[in-house]
Structure formats: C-alpha cells, structure tokens
C-alpha cells in the first residue's frame, strides 16, 4: 500500500518505479536484470497502470499495523479522482486489525475512506468492537453484491440500515452474531429483493423479511442457548419456493439429526441439497434409531439430490442403501467425509480420493 520511493530512486531516479506500490516493486526489482522489463518501466505507464489496478482491487487487512499503514498511507490522497480508494472492489477488516478501539481520528478517517470505495462489491466486517454507526451511517456502494459482517446488538440498527440501503444490489449476507443476543425493539426488517444467499443465526431469520427474496442457499446457525429452536427457524422460510440447499451448522447439542431432517421435511420438502455439520469438533455418530428417523423424514422430500451428514455411522453401506430406497431422487449422500454415488442400478458407489470402489 506504501510506497517506497528511497529504494526506488537507487534503481532509477527518474523512473515511474518510484511511484509503485511496495509489492509491484519488489517484483520488479527481482526480475530487473531483464533488459525489457526494465526499459518498459522507465518509458511506459503500462506497467504501473496495471500494477495498480490488480493490486487495490482487493485489500486484506489483518493486523493492527497494516491498518495504521492503510489509513496512513491513503487518508492523504482520499479524495483525489485518481486516489487507488477507488479501484479497491473486495475490502476485508480482519479480527486482528482492531484489537480493542478504534480511536475517534481513526473510524472517522476509516469511514471517509470506505465512502470513496466507489466500485466495492464484496465487504467482510470481523471485528466484534467496531462502530458501524461511524463506518457505514452515511456509506453507499453502488456495485455491492456480498456483505459479512459481525452483529452486535448496539450495531444492529446502523447495519441494517446498511443493508436496506443496498438492497437492489446485495445478493450474499453472512451476519455472525454472539448468543444469545437481545435484539432491539425499534429495529426495521431487512429488505433485500436480490439476496440469494444468507448466512445467520437461527433466530435472526425473524429480521429479514423473506417475501418474494430469491433465496436458493441458507445456512442456519444454531445453538443449544438460541431463544428460537430450530423447527422454529425452519417455519420462518417455508415460504421460500426459491430455495435449493440448506446448511444447519451448530456449536453445541441441537439435538438428534433425525428430529431436524423431520421438521425440515415437514418445511422444505421441494430443496435439492442439505448439509449437517458442526462448528467445533466431531459430530456424535449416528445411532441405530436416528438412521431410522432419518429414513423416515427422507421419504417426504420429493427432490433431494444430496444430502451431507458430518457424523458416522456403524454400517454406513447399509444405512446408505436404505436411505436411497425410501428417497428415490436422492443422487449423492455423504457420511462422515466419504461420499456416496447413485448407480442406474439404484445401488450406490463409494467414492474415495484416488480411486472408485463399489461396495
């Protein structure tokens, strides 16, 4: 993001070297015994054109330096027409880069450098302490389509203010919350029109308003200390025609997988692909009596393609063949990392990383 100019006036004092960023120049310096390279840098706006581009087109930040060295470096220039804030079309603000505070100087210099960001499409907000009143009340970006971002309950307000402002243009949310969360009674609905993907927290879904939302992938993200229990949060969608595949991710016991395939049944009978998995560690194995329900719910999904168990199971070859009898559309299945492929012969092969085995 800096420039080095001292070092860049040693190879050429003249040179368009010295207005590169640090990381097209180190590669120019590598490779600058090549007698065209050089001479291009010494007589063409080529390379720096192009350098600059692909290098602000996305920027990672994950430590508190890089983020001193990012406001530093662009603060000065931010509201030029050439300023590089311009070309940066992916921003991420890792968890590391804001440690405790932000100081008042540094969100307000942060937040006039995220409104320049005229071609931004995709931002991921980890930091769990940031003031998104200060970073996103007044921002717009035209060309946004991913936003993720972590929810705190003093923040809840501004982002989805956020949100509603984009809504003709997002098509991807991940909202990571803490749990349980008390969320704030003045809040809006989140609108978004174009959203086709959505990550959250289980008892999140009541905010978004889900009308006529072209969803074809949801992921839930549970809890055993959530308010709403997943058959809950799976009523909250059933609406949703659109929808193709669900992902229910827990960190703690929500219970048999059985009973959730049974309320997701009951919901979401037209998706084509659901996964099970777990945040943090193994998921427990899959007994003898949860296969049965499994069975059970899978007879009422009419076009289930795959289905993605994270967890075990004694006999898995037996329990897959069964599985794919009782849900005729099902075409793969997955237990525990393998996978399992329908034949013509409604048999089902194993597929392993080097080589193809039936069974």
């Known amino acids: 993001m800096l420039f080095i100019r001292s070092t860049a006036k040693a190879i050429s004092l003249k040179s368009i070297i010295a207005w590169l960023p640090n990381e097209c120049l180190y590669i120019i310096m590598e490779y600058l015994a090549t007698p065209n390279l050089a001479a291009m840098c010494r ?51 890792g968890k590391s880069a804001v440690r405790g505070r932000l100081t008042e100087a ?72 803490p749990y349980p969360m008390e969320l704030p009674p003045e809040m809006q609905r989140i609108r978004l029109p174009a959203l086709r993907v959505l990550s959250t927290r289980s008892y999140l879904l009541d905010v978004f308003d889900l009308t006529d939302m ?13 308010a709403e229990t997943p058959a809950e949060s799976f ?5 949703v025609s659109t929808l193709q ?33 777990e945040m943090k560690g193994k998921m427990a194995p899959i007994s003898h009596d949860d296969a049965n329900n499994v069975a059970a719910a899978l007879e009422k999904f009419h076009a289930l393609e795959v289905l993605d168990f994270g967890n075990a199971v004694g006999n898995p070859f037996v329990t897959v063949l069964r599985w794919g009898n009782v849900c005729k559309s ?30």
């Open 214 to 226: 072209p969803l074809t992938k949801i992921m839930f993200l549970t809890h055993e200390l959530d």
């Open 235 to 239: 009523v909250n969608v059933r609406g």
């Open 43 to 93: 007589t063409s706006r080529l390379l720096r054109n192009m350098g600059t581009k692909m290098l602000y087109r996305d920027v990672t930040i994950g430590s508190e330096v890089q983020l001193e060295l990012f406001l530093k470096g662009l603060w000065s220039g931010v509201k030029g027409k050439r300023s590089p804030v311009r070309l940066i079309r992916s921003f991420v603000l």
């Open 106 to 177: 540094q969100e307000k210099k942060l937040a006039a450098i995220l409104c320049k960001m005229s071609a931004l499409e995709f931002i991921r907000l980890e930091p769990h302490r940031m003031d998104y009143n200060t970073l996103l009340g007044k921002a717009r970006f035209p060309a946004l389509i991913k936003f993720q971002a972590y929810l705190r309950t003093k923040t809840a307000v501004a982002m989805i203010d956020f949100l509603n402002r984009h809504a003709a243009t997002v098509e991807s949310v991940i909202v990571i919350t």
């Open 330 to 359: 099902l075409q793969t299945i997955r237990l525990n990392g393998v996978t399992y492929k329908r034949r013509e012969t409604d048999c089902y092969t194993r597929l392993n990383s080097d080589a193809e085995d039936d069974e």
């Open 245 to 277: 595949n669900v992902t229910v991710l827990s960190d703690g016991d929500t219970g048999e997988r059985g009973e959730l395939l049974r309320i997701i049944a009951a919901n979401l009978a037209h998706i084509q692909g659901l996964t099970f998995a």
